[in-house]
């Protein structure tokens, strides 16, 4: 079945190409879009555009269809282009003429981007609670060993002292400006377009309020013409998002890689959660946080890609936009499987807390013993070669304590002020308003 046809047949070839992944991925929004019909039938049958006893008939198979959906029971059958057709198909087989219906005053056009906005809202809900997990994580760690200094690196030379209680903390302070993004995207998203139909709106007197006050949604999208541009604009507003997140996970990766190391050994994991080599049995290799970085590196490709697929099209829908699927819908679970794994594995980290003990670190109290000449009245300048003079004769001998107590350092790590930073833009959030109006629509 196919929503646009007028009986001649299409081509096996063509039909094959034009459909795509859609009967596969649609399958991912199928909820959503049967809670958007859901909606849209409660508007029609307050437009007078459905009869009471048609709109009773409709919502007991959408709910019915909704929950197969949930379960994975709901397929896309052969022939069938994608889940708005399938969705049809079986409400008319179950309806008859009363199931045709559930297509008046929408497009396919405006249906998809409805999923799409449902779908990103729901599953940017779900990011957000992951990452909040592992900010909390990572302050717990940052407070647990805040005592334990580490080398802390410029050009990826030993430069100065820093701190375990730092490192995990600079990448749950990273996180508050990952959910910044994450919000953003969420409130641009969080606007109904359903109702814009093909982009240019409909002759039915419809009433797009009653759709948005039921999907939860914040606002409407009022312009059809914008709503439909909407489409790519939302998947690369929300992929910028994820991909901010992604850049905090893959650096994340990218030093426990470099810190398990032989060569570094600042932290280990238990045997279970490493791997080995074929021929090499005394190989440990860090397989997880290797993946965790390419795929997080994957992730912050995804604005680009979809910039590129995009950035040349004009007003209005395009097929190009059914290549979007491919790379955006799996990447929410691409990025959640790493968000897990990351909790996972840092639940499990195993500290050194004897690092600045080995000798080839000496040098990196350098800065704090110029810092005492200066307070004791000498020009930093000066201190400053008398440091590097020593360094250069063999007789520099530090005082391995360090004491700094400004704002975000060593001392201060000010974890409370970064735990309130993120209290405050996640109470930001309007996810419990989305979650009851979809509750409600499915009792």
């Not at 282009?81 to 008859?96: A, C, F, P, W, Y």
């Amino acid at each position: 079945m196919k929503l646009w046809n007028k009986n001649p047949k299409l081509n096996k070839a063509i039909e094959r190409f034009t459909i795509g992944k859609d009967q596969q991925l649609d399958l991912i929004l199928a909820p959503w879009d049967i809670l958007g019909s859901m909606a849209h039938v409660i508007m029609l049958k307050e437009t007078d555009l459905l009869s009471e006893t048609e709109t009773r008939l409709l919502l007991k198979e959408l709910k019915s269809l909704y929950h197969k959906a949930k379960k994975g029971e709901l397929r896309i059958e052969e022939g069938v282009e994608d889940i708005h057709s399938q969705v049809e198909e079986l409400l008319t087989e179950k309806l008859g003429e009363t199931g045709k219906k559930i297509h008046t005053a929408r497009s396919r056009n405006d249906q998809v981007l409805l999923d799409l906005k449902l779908f990103s809202r729901h599953q940017i809900s779900s990011v957000s609670d992951k990452a909040y997990s592992l900010f909390k994580l990572l302050t717990e760690l940052s407070e647990k060993h805040k005592e334990v200094l580490m080398p802390g690196y410029t050009h990826l030379q030993v430069a100065m002292p820093s701190s375990f209680g730092l490192w995990f903390g600079a990448f749950a302070e990273s996180l508050t400006d990952d959910m910044i993004m994450l919000s953003a995207a969420y409130r641009i998203i969080n606007q109904n377009p359903l109702g814009s139909a093909a982009g240019y709106g409909s002759a039915f007197p419809i009433r797009r309020e009653i759709t948005t006050e039921l999907l939860g949604f914040d606002d409407l999208v009022y312009n059809s013409i914008y709503a439909q541009m909407g489409r790519t604009k939302t998947e690369k507003t929300v992929a910028f998002a994820l991909s901010s997140v992604a850049a905090t996970l893959s650096k994340l990766a990218m030093d426990l890689t470099l810190f398990m190391s032989q060569n570094f050994g600042f932290v280990s994991f238990p045997d279970d959660f490493i791997t080995g080599s074929s021929i090499m049995p005394h190989k440990k290799n860090p397989d997880v946080l290797e993946l965790i970085r390419a795929k997080c590196n994957k992730i912050q490709a995804l604005p680009n890609e979809i910039s590129l697929i995009s950035g040349n099209l004009p007003t209005g829908y395009h097929r190009d936009h059914q290549i979007l699927k491919d790379i955006y819908l799996p990447s929410f679970s691409i990025l959640l499987d790493c968000l897990e794994m990351s909790i996972l594995i840092l639940e499990h980290i195993q500290i050194n807390n004897k690092i600045l003990e080995d000798n080839r670190y000496q040098y990196i109290f350098s800065v704090e013993e110029i810092n005492k000449k200066v307070k004791t009245g000498i020009p930093f300048r000066e201190a400053y070669h008398e440091v590097a003079e020593s360094i250069a004769d063999g007789s520099f001998q530090p005082d391995k304590t360090v004491y700094h107590t400004h704002e975000g350092s060593i001392g201060n790590l000010c974890n409370y002020e970064i735990k309130q930073k993120m209290k405050k833009i996640i109470s930001e959030f309007n996810f419990h308003k989305a979650d009851q109006a979809i509750n409600i629509l499915i009792q």
